[in-house]
């Protein structure tokens, strides 16, 4: 009887051991994560990424689908990377952080869920995606673990959406300076090559979706290419056949998405994705800025005109006058040609105004001025910062090669440890690069002013272009009608608050604006804002109405199409409860597109201002409070 007891025991040992083990088998070969949900913080964005049969995500704000189903994947060294890995674990954090910001707001809020998604391939490789969603948007990059040089063949991120449409897209990839296109996707050609930033309005008023990238080093630049059947793709536009690198991750790809053109616009996405600064940056200040009117062909000033202009300048709170490349052409001896402008340096901090000078990035001239060259870029900027010059105008990068992309924060490192300022012009898009270096005040990378002013163009780029970042539009013109365009004077003035730019460049003189109608709102006006308002008569394509406020003066700026006149009735609810303000506003002139009618009232936050808009017309009024 012992004995078979003994052996009952045996075989309940033996009999847990192999349900232990096929339980550990089962287990085991089912450790693998097959999907997951991740959320914005308020929870009305949902990111769904499924790695069932391939690696593919979609999303959606409020329950509507933004991005159908589309495949993720990098191609390295002839392989993607995610074919066949499987997810082993997912590190979850919340971020929540403010900073100091210069785009549409004075303070920036980082609030986002962070998905760190672990991956595991067959020869035991590993690699990583991270996600962050945040309540406007969402943002993942591919993580490549380790520092090696590596070939980036291809990337297979994809971007599916309604066919039912609208894009405003740009396929002017060197610099952007063209006209924004308008087509339903249903139309695309496919094979179409966008620039980053094209918007997409979604069908019944659902929503906006846009493009764009941020934080790049060693990489190349992306354009979004269309696929057809509905689907976008990243594209190395500048490096077709890859490129090598040592990075390890890739940009992040951002995802805007709002259910409003506010929400669209008041975003900081692309600077939340770049790294903080480091170091002091007081000495960094935004201002408004015109061309320097007062020297000959050779660099010599003429003083009653320079002075004239510095005159006025000073009364317009102008902080700024800039020097194109032709400084170069003022002596064959750099050194010469810098002595002439620290003689304008000079005469300008009399009037404590700053001077910027321009500079091309490659040696376009053939003055042997390359700027890829470190030690010559070093010794051009010491010999700028002895000249008492307060930034530079770099122009022409025009690439999004991996040299090119770093060739910006090289320059911007080596600017930053001598205290210059700096824009950009003839310049790619930008990506929240003045996060890590707030001293990189504006880029271009528009068709502004210099081309004349195309009025529903200029109300596509606030919703496109200026999405990551402020734009050297350039407006305002007094004195050659041609650069009017089909638009007004009052049109251009709103362009002033609305094309913002941390460095606001007028297209005229100090003098000629000291002289004419609309001198009191040019001296009046700001480069940077504490807060932005999109007002819901805004239509991407069709009318721009915003509201910005710097301290407590608001400015209301109102900018048409060319499409047909306008009626609007706004509502003052953006003012302050319980005060009184004086307004000083500028209308269109019917009579005469190249005048304002000026006029004076006074409101409360529950009154309503009406506003009569020529084709291509537009309104400001400034808003300060009765004391």
């Given at each position: 009887?012992?004995?078979?007891?003994?052996?009952?025991?045996?075989?309940?040992?033996?009999?847990?051991a192999?349900?232990?083990?096929?339980?550990?088998?089962?287990?085991?070969?089912?450790?693998?994560?097959?999907?997951?949900?991740?959320?914005?913080?308020?929870?009305?964005?949902?990111?769904?990424?499924?790695?069932?049969?391939?690696?593919?995500?979609?999303?959606?704000?409020?329950?509507?689908?933004?991005?159908s189903?589309?495949?993720?994947?990098?191609?390295?060294?002839?392989?993607?990377?995610?074919?066949?890995?499987k997810?082993?674990?997912?590190?979850?954090?919340?971020?929540?952080?403010?900073?100091?910001?210069?785009e549409n707001?004075?303070?920036?809020?980082?609030?986002?869920?962070?998905?760190?998604?672990?991956?595991?391939?067959?020869?035991?490789?590993?690699?990583?995606?991270?996600?962050?969603?945040?309540?406007?948007?969402?943002?993942?990059?591919?993580?490549?673990?380790?520092?090696?040089?590596?070939?980036?063949?291809?990337?297979?991120?994809?971007?599916?959406?309604?066919?039912?449409?609208?894009?405003?897209?740009?396929?002017?990839?060197?610099?952007?300076?063209?006209v924004?296109?308008?087509?339903?996707?249903?139309?695309?050609?496919?094979?179409?090559?966008?620039?980053?930033?094209?918007?997409?309005?979604?069908?019944?008023?659902?929503?906006?979706?846009?493009?764009?990238?941020?934080?790049?080093?060693?990489?190349?630049?992306?354009?979004?290419?269309?696929?057809?059947?509905?689907?976008?793709?990243?594209?190395?536009?500048?490096?077709?056949?890859g490129?090598?690198?040592?990075?390890?991750?890739?940009?992040?790809?951002?995802?805007?998405?709002?259910?409003?053109?506010?929400?669209?616009?008041?975003?900081?996405?692309?600077?939340?994705?770049?790294?903080?600064?480091?170091?002091?940056?007081?000495?960094?200040?935004?201002?408004?800025?015109?061309?320097?009117?007062?020297?000959?062909?050779?660099?010599?000033?003429?003083?009653?005109?320079?002075?004239?202009?510095?005159?006025?300048?000073?009364?317009?709170?102008?902080?700024?006058?800039?020097?194109?490349?032709?400084?170069?052409s003022?002596?064959?001896?750099?050194?010469?040609?810098?002595?002439?402008?620290?003689?304008?340096?000079?005469?300008?901090?009399?009037?404590?105004?700053?001077?910027?000078i321009?500079?091309?990035?490659p040696?376009?001239?053939?003055?042997?001025?390359?700027?890829?060259?470190?030690?010559?870029?070093?010794?051009?900027?010491?010999?700028?910062?002895?000249?008492?010059?307060?930034?530079?105008?770099?122009?022409?990068?025009?690439?999004?090669?991996?040299?090119?992309?770093?060739?910006?924060?090289?320059?911007?490192k080596?600017?930053?440890?001598?205290?210059?300022?700096?824009?950009?012009?003839?310049?790619?898009?930008?990506?929240?690069?003045?996060?890590?270096?707030?001293?990189?005040?504006?880029?271009e990378?528009?068709?502004?002013?210099?081309?004349?002013?195309?009025?529903?163009?200029?109300?596509?780029?606030?919703?496109?272009?200026?999405?990551?970042?402020?734009?050297?539009?350039?407006?305002?013109?007094?004195?050659?009608s041609?650069?009017?365009?089909?638009?007004?004077?009052?049109h251009?003035?709103?362009?002033?608050?609305?094309?913002?730019?941390?460095?606001?460049?007028?297209?005229?003189?100090?003098?000629?604006?000291?002289?004419?109608?609309?001198?009191?709102?040019?001296?009046?006006?700001h480069?940077?804002?504490?807060?932005?308002?999109?007002?819901?008569?805004?239509?991407?394509?069709?009318?721009?109405?915003?509201?910005?406020?710097?301290?407590?003066?608001?400015?209301?700026?109102?900018?048409?199409?060319?499409?047909?006149?306008?009626?609007?009735q706004?509502?003052?609810?953006?003012?302050?409860?319980?005060?009184?303000?004086?307004?000083?506003?500028?209308?269109?002139?019917?009579?005469?597109?190249?005048?304002?009618?000026?006029?004076?009232?006074?409101?409360?936050?529950?009154?309503?201002?009406e506003?009569?808009?020529?084709?291509?017309?537009?309104?400001?009024?400034?808003?300060?409070?009765?004391?």
């Open positions: 009887m012992k004995e078979f007891k003994k052996s009952q025991k045996s075989i309940l040992v033996i009999f847990i192999i349900l232990l083990g096929l339980i550990y088998y089962g287990v085991s070969t089912n450790r693998y994560i097959d999907s997951i949900e991740m959320k914005s913080p308020d929870g009305n964005i949902i990111v769904s990424l499924s790695n069932k049969d391939s690696l593919s995500y979609s999303l959606s704000l409020k329950g509507n689908q933004f991005i189903d589309s495949n993720l994947g990098i191609s390295i060294d002839g392989n993607n990377i995610f074919d066949n890995a997810i082993v674990s997912i590190d979850e954090k919340h971020n929540d952080s403010t900073y100091a910001s210069m707001s004075n303070i920036a809020n980082d609030l986002n869920n962070e998905y760190i998604i672990n991956f595991e391939n067959e020869d035991s490789s590993k690699y990583s995606i991270v996600w962050k969603i945040f309540n406007n948007g969402a943002a993942f990059q591919y993580v490549f673990k380790d520092d090696s040089l590596k070939r980036i063949d291809n990337e297979t991120s994809e971007f599916t959406i309604d066919k039912n449409s609208s894009v405003f897209y740009n396929t002017e990839l060197l610099d952007m300076q063209e924004y296109k308008k087509s339903q996707i249903s139309d695309l050609k496919e094979n179409t090559i966008m620039a980053a930033l094209p918007t997409f309005k979604l069908p019944n008023n659902n929503g906006y979706i846009s493009i764009g990238e941020a934080n790049l080093k060693d990489y190349s630049g992306m354009a979004v290419k269309y696929m057809g059947d509905s689907k976008f793709k990243a594209h190395y536009w500048n490096t077709i056949n490129f090598d690198t040592s990075a390890q991750s890739s940009p992040w790809r951002i995802i805007f998405v709002a259910d409003n053109l506010n929400n669209l616009v008041n975003n900081t996405l692309a600077q939340n994705l770049n790294d903080e600064p480091s170091g002091d940056f007081n000495w960094v200040g935004t201002g408004k800025a015109t061309w320097f009117k007062g020297y000959d062909k050779q660099g010599n000033i003429i003083e009653d005109e320079a002075i004239k202009n510095l005159e006025a300048a000073k009364k317009l709170n102008i902080k700024y006058l800039v020097v194109g490349n032709n400084w170069r003022w002596s064959d001896d750099e050194d010469k040609a810098f002595e002439k402008v620290r003689k304008i340096a000079d005469l300008c901090k009399q009037y404590d105004i700053g001077l910027f321009g500079n091309d990035v040696d376009i001239d053939q003055s042997g001025d390359n700027m890829y060259d470190d030690d010559i870029r070093r010794d051009f900027l010491e010999k700028a910062k002895a000249a008492g010059v307060s930034g530079i105008k770099f122009g022409h990068i025009q690439m999004e090669t991996p040299q090119a992309i770093n060739i910006y924060r090289q320059i911007m080596d600017a930053t440890e001598k205290k210059l300022l700096v824009i950009f012009h003839n310049s790619n898009k930008p990506t929240g690069l003045s996060r890590t270096y707030p001293n990189l005040l504006t880029q990378g528009v068709k502004g002013m210099q081309y004349n002013l195309n009025t529903t163009n200029a109300n596509v780029i606030p919703y496109t272009r200026l999405l990551t970042g402020g734009a050297d539009f350039t407006p305002l013109n007094l004195t050659n041609t650069r009017m365009g089909d638009g007004t004077l009052a251009m003035l709103a362009n002033t608050v609305i094309m913002r730019s941390n460095l606001l460049t007028f297209m005229e003189s100090p003098y000629n604006i000291e002289n004419s109608e609309v001198r009191e709102f040019i001296s009046k006006v480069s940077s804002w504490d807060e932005t308002i999109v007002l819901d008569q805004s239509e991407i394509g069709e009318l721009s109405a915003f509201v910005r406020r710097k301290d407590k003066e608001y400015f209301l700026a109102i900018q048409n199409s060319n499409i047909e006149n306008k009626k609007l706004i509502k003052l609810d953006f003012l302050e409860e319980g005060k009184k303000y004086k307004s000083l506003e500028y209308r269109d002139d019917f009579d005469d597109k190249t005048h304002v009618i000026k006029s004076n009232n006074e409101y409360q936050k529950d009154d309503t201002i506003v009569d808009l020529l084709t291509g017309g537009g309104f400001v009024s400034i808003f300060e409070e009765v004391k």
